[in-house]
């Protein structure tokens, strides 16, 4: 079972930027499919862009241009780079790793 932990969440203003990493555990890490989604308060979790074993990438409309997904298998690790926030950017974030294993999430709130 894979283990995920995120980082680099925080407050940050409008027009600002944040890189979120998703560190797994495991040695088959470079297999799994890696996403980035995450839950507003009163809305569904919902997918922010996810990454394949090979590097493709997909990307929701809301934030495409602004992030960007990628990964390291040497690291264990997925990134998301996060330019030009908006306030309804805010949510918690979340990774995922194949088919069903969550970290435990990172707050994302974007306020002046």
């Known amino acids: 079972q894979v283990q995920l932990v995120e980082s680099g969440g925080g407050l940050v203003q409008p027009g600002g930027s944040l890189r979120l990493s998703c560190a797994a555990s495991?040695?088959?890490?470079?297999?799994?499919?890696m996403g980035w989604y995450r839950q507003a308060p009163g809305k569904q979790r919902e997918l922010v862009a996810s990454?394949?074993?090979?590097?493709?990438?997909i990307y929701a409309d809301s934030v495409k241009g602004r992030f960007t997904i990628s990964r390291d298998n040497f690291k264990n690790t997925v990134y998301l780079q996060m330019n030009s926030l908006k306030p309804e950017d805010t949510a918690v974030y979340y990774c995922?790793?194949?088919?069903?294993?969550w970290g435990q999430g990172t707050q994302v709130t974007v306020s002046s």
């Open positions: 995922k790793a194949g088919p069903s294993a």
């Open positions: 495991g040695s088959i890490f470079s297999i799994y499919a």
């Open positions: 990454i394949t074993s090979g590097g493709s990438t």
